[in-house]
C-alpha cells in the first residue's frame, strides 16, 4: 500500500510539473541567447551589459527608445508611452517573473523590437540587454 | 514479478485520471469566475440609476463584465481591455486584422490566440450597429463613435486637456472601476 501511494503520489507530481513546463531562469534563457549569438555571428565576443544598456536608452530612428516605456531604471515601475499604464519593473532583481517565459519573451521582443527599431531585435542585441538588466539591482 | 507490472500499469492509469480530475477543477474555476462576474455585472447594471444608457451597446440583460483570460492578458497588457460591448463586430474585426500596425504599433498575437480573442469580442459586440463620427467606417476606435460622443456631451474641453486624461482613450482617469468593466455614472471621478 505504502509502494502503491508514493508511486502514484510521484507520477502526479510528474504530470503537474510537466503541466507547469517551459518555467525557465533570466540565466537559462541567456545561454539559450549565447548558444543562438554564437551560431548566428561568425565572430560572437559575448555580450556586454554596458552595450545593452545604451542599446536600451538609445532611440534607433524612431520615436521611441525601450527606456520610453520601461523607464530609464529598469528596477522602477515603467509607464507605456502612449497610453500611460503602468508597466511592472524589468529588472528579474526585483520582479521575479521577468525572463521566465519563453513565448512571453519572443512576443513582446518581436513587437517592441519594431517599434523601436522597425526590426527584429539580433540575439546579440537580446543577450546584450538581457545581460544589463541582469546587472541591476 | 507479473504481478507487479500489472500494479504499475495500474498506477499509471489511476494517476492518469488524478492529473485529468486537477486540469479539469482548473477549468471549472474559470467558468465559475466568469459566472461570478456575470451576476455582479448584471446587478450593478440594472441597479444604477442612469440605467439604459448602455443599452444600445448590447442590451440591458447583457453582462457589462463577461471576460475572457487571453483578452484580459493580451487586450490588457498596453492598455485597459476594453469591453467588447463599446464597438460592433465590423469593427472588432478591423481591430483584429490589423494589429501589425495597431494605432503606431506591433501588437501581433499567435493566430490560436488572435482567433480566441476574435471569437471573444464579436461574441460580445455591441448588437447595435456603431457609427463613426469621422466617415470612417467601421469605427476603429470607441472614442470615435456617434454612441460615445454623446455619452460624453457633457465633458467639458479643460477634463479632456488634462494631463492626468492625456487622451479619451484613458478610461480609468474618470472611470474608476474601468479595470473592472463598470462604467457606472456613480465611480466616476473627474481629475483635477
Not at chain 2, 440609476?49 to 483578452?71: L, Q, T, Y
Amino acid at each position: 500500500m505504502f509502494r502503491i501511494t508514493s508511486v502514484s503520489a510521484f507520477l502526479l507530481v510528474a504530470g503537474l510539473s510537466i503541466q507547469s513546463a517551459y518555467a525557465e531562469t533570466p540565466n537559462g534563457v541567456l545561454a539559450a541567447l549565447q548558444s543562438e549569438a554564437a551560431k548566428s555571428a561568425p565572430g560572437f565576443q559575448g555580450f556586454s551589459a554596458a552595450r545593452g544598456e545604451q542599446f536600451f536608452k538609445q532611440k534607433h530612428g524612431n520615436e521611441w527608445s525601450c527606456s520610453s516605456c520601461h523607464t530609464d531604471n529598469p528596477a522602477a515601475t515603467g509607464k507605456h508611452a502612449k497610453t500611460d499604464k503602468p508597466i511592472d519593473p524589468m529588472a528579474p532583481s526585483v520582479n521575479a517573473e521577468r525572463f521566465t517565459n519563453p513565448k512571453k519573451i519572443d512576443k513582446w521582443f518581436k513587437r517592441n523590437c519594431n517599434d523601436v527599431l522597425d526590426r527584429a531585435c539580433t540575439p546579440q542585441e537580446k543577450g546584450d540587454v538581457l545581460s544589463y538588466l541582469l546587472n541591476v539591482r | 514479478m507479473m504481478k507487479n507490472i500489472g500494479n504499475v500499469r495500474w498506477l499509471i492509469a489511476i494517476s492518469t485520471l488524478l492529473m485529468s480530475i486537477t486540469m479539469v477543477a482548473a477549468y471549472a474555476d474559470d467558468d465559475e469566475d466568469e459566472g461570478g462576474n456575470r451576476s455582479m455585472g448584471y446587478e450593478r447594471h440594472s441597479s444604477r440609476s442612469g440605467a439604459g444608457e448602455d443599452e444600445g451597446n448590447g442590451g440591458k440583460g447583457r453582462s457589462s463584465m463577461v471576460s475572457n483570460a487571453k483578452w484580459k492578458e493580451e487586450c490588457g497588457s498596453c492598455h485597459l481591455a476594453y469591453p467588447p460591448r463599446y464597438l460592433s463586430a465590423d469593427s472588432w474585426r478591423a481591430v483584429m486584422s490589423g494589429l501589425d500596425k495597431h494605432f503606431g504599433s506591433n501588437a501581433t498575437l499567435d493566430p490560436e490566440v488572435a482567433t480566441e480573442i476574435g471569437n471573444f469580442l464579436e461574441q460580445n459586440a455591441s448588437k447595435k450597429q456603431q457609427r463613426s463620427t469621422n466617415g470612417i467606417e467601421p469605427p476603429l476606435r470607441i472614442s470615435d463613435t456617434k454612441w460615445f460622443k454623446s455619452e460624453h456631451r457633457e465633458v467639458s474641453s479643460s477634463i479632456w486637456k488634462n494631463p492626468k486624461v492625456k487622451s479619451p482613450s484613458n478610461c480609468g482617469a474618470c472611470h474608476t472601476k474601468a479595470d473592472s468593466g463598470s462604467f457606472s455614472e456613480h465611480d466616476v471621478r473627474m481629475p483635477r
